[in-house]
């Protein structure tokens, strides 16, 4: 048997590029996040507030949770997520922003039997 028929997981990769067009409206609503956040010890509050205020690419990671992505979705549970942000270059124009571009990971992997 395949891996496709018998895991019932699935992993699934998204990548966005956003453009922040309003910085202090981001960290502001990051900072509300933050002071809702009851559970939160006051250590950590302190040192995501200063991350969220000093770095907008925080203050999105801060505000993008993948369970909200799927906490909606009929009949999957998540069970584990990463996620991680950054300040890039982004030149819509180029070839490396090419979305259908292939890889080569994945032919390798649909070779192999596994995508």
Do not use: C
């Amino acid at each position: 048997m395949s891996t496709e028929e018998t895991s019932r997981f699935v992993r699934l990769r998204v990548e966005l590029v956003l453009e922040v067009q309003g910085e202090g409206e981001l960290t502001k609503a990051a900072l509300r996040r933050l002071a809702s956040d009851a559970e939160l010890p006051l250590e950590e509050r302190t040192h995501a507030e200063n991350a969220v205020t000093e770095d907008t690419a925080e203050a999105l990671a801060y505000l993008v949770d993948p369970f909200d992505l799927v906490s909606e979705v009929p009949g999957v549970e998540l069970q584990q997520a990463s996620w991680s942000s950054e300040r890039i270059e982004y030149d819509p124009d180029s070839p490396e922003w090419d979305l259908d571009e292939d890889d080569g990971e994945d032919d390798e992997e649909e070779e192999d039997g596994i995508g």
